[in-house]
């Protein structure tokens, strides 16, 4: 297949783009490098450039033909979301359907769509399956959301057919070492915890220990990034085989605690630090954990580092060779 990559230069894409590539497939990362990195994308070819452009598009649409389009080319910050609707809004929903736009007047009718977990808001039970009521809590959650909307919309008009998939937590790194996360700033645990470990940060701050759940503090399900992109790239089969739109939940179903994620991260790494007691932040649902078994049922999708201590150690082997010229 020849893929287009939207976001290929950024910590999920790249992953992608690598496995797109092991797999035999033809790939393109469209990339304006707001948030990722040039060096990140070791496979295929690069293009600079930004899913509003139009002109770009055409030309990369007239140039290509290609099979399936996945995007990654999102803004992921809750807080951030919230001081600016307005970015989040431009980007991640005015700016995609510029992309669909072009993909519908050149009859690309394959899509690969990240969307969240946030769509769900405060979850009313969980693990959280897809038939869930979807009630955003923060423009980000929202911005997904009208996608997904609008992808049910342009299925029914124009025939374009997609897969959503609704990200838990994505965590850990390439298992041979090659890429990784580099967010700036960073806001997840995990590489937060790994840089305490690795002595580029102090210490970490838990962000509240009065919630709901057995030790206090939030429980999340983390998958590793290959498992997630294994799903996409099962999703664009799907869909070139003929398949119809769909959206998944996808995580592995177990959930962990921040406490017993540092516990692990200490024994994963050998290594002690020091961890505060923080504030709850803002948004932050007790409990997020996804039921997958209908991408497992549908796509046949199996998670293949689903343990915490693999996805951290692969995490932190990125985190030590990253720490060195990052
Ligand atoms: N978290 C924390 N300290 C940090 C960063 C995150 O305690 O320095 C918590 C956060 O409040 C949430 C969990 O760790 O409960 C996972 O947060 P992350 O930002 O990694 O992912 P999210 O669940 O927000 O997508």
């Known amino acids: 297949m020849k893929v287009l990559v939207v976001g290929g230069a950024g910590y999920i894409g790249s992953h992608m783009v690598k496995m797109l590539n092991k797999a035999g497939h033809d790939v393109i990362t469209l990339d304006n490098l707001s948030n990722g990195y040039k060096d990140a994308v070791k496979y295929g070819e690069f293009v600079e450039g930004d899913i509003a452009d139009e002109s770009l598009l055409d030309k990369l649409f007239s140039d290509n033909n290609f099979d399936g389009v996945m995007h990654f080319a999102s803004y992921i910050?809750?807080?951030?979301?919230?001081?600016?609707?307005?970015?989040?809004?431009?980007?991640?929903?005015?700016?995609?359907?510029?992309?669909?736009?072009?993909?519908v007047d050149h009859g690309v009718k394959s899509f690969i769509f990240s969307s969240t977990a946030a769509t769900f808001g405060e979850p009313d039970y969980t693990p959280i399956d897809e038939a869930h009521s979807q009630k955003p809590i923060n423009p980000y959650g929202h911005s997904k959301l009208m996608v997904e909307q609008i992808l049910r919309d342009f299925d029914h008009a124009y025939g374009l057919k997609s897969v959503s998939l609704r990200y838990f937590n994505a965590a850990g790194a390439d298992p041979d070492g090659?890429?990784?996360?580099?967010?700036?700033?960073?806001?997840?645990?995990?590489?937060?915890?790994?840089?305490?470990?690795?002595?580029?940060?102090?210490?970490?701050?838990?962000?509240?220990?009065?919630?709901?759940?057995?030790?206090?503090?939030?429980?999340?399900?983390?998958?590793?990034?290959?498992?997630l992109c294994s799903a996409h790239l099962l999703g664009l089969e799907h869909l070139v085989a003929g398949g119809e739109t769909?959206?998944?939940?996808?995580?592995?179903?177990?959930?962990?605690?921040i406490k017993e994620l540092i516990d692990i991260a200490k024994e994963v790494t050998g290594k002690d630090f020091t961890v505060l007691m923080g504030e709850r932040r803002d948004g932050d649902p007790a409990r997020l954990v996804a039921d997958?078994?209908?991408?497992?049922?549908?796509?046949?999708?199996?998670?293949?580092?689903?343990?915490?201590?693999?996805?951290?150690?692969h995490a932190w082997e990125w985190e030590l060779k990253y720490s060195e010229w990052g």
């Open 246 to 257: 769909k959206a998944y939940n996808m995580g592995n179903g177990l959930g962990y605690s």
């Open 292 to 313: 997958s078994s209908l991408l497992q049922k549908e796509l046949g999708w199996k998670p293949e580092f689903a343990g915490l201590d693999v996805i951290l150690r």
């Open 77 to 103: 910050q809750v807080g951030e979301s919230v001081e600016k609707p307005s970015m989040y809004y431009r980007n991640n929903v005015s700016n995609t359907q510029v992309l669909l736009d072009a993909m």
């Open 178 to 227: 090659e890429l990784g996360e580099r967010h700036i700033p960073e806001t997840h645990l995990i590489p937060l915890v790994l840089q305490a470990a690795s002595g580029r940060r102090d210490n970490i701050t838990i962000f509240g220990a009065d919630y709901d759940t057995p030790d206090g503090t939030c429980i999340r399900d983390y998958i590793h990034i290959n498992d």
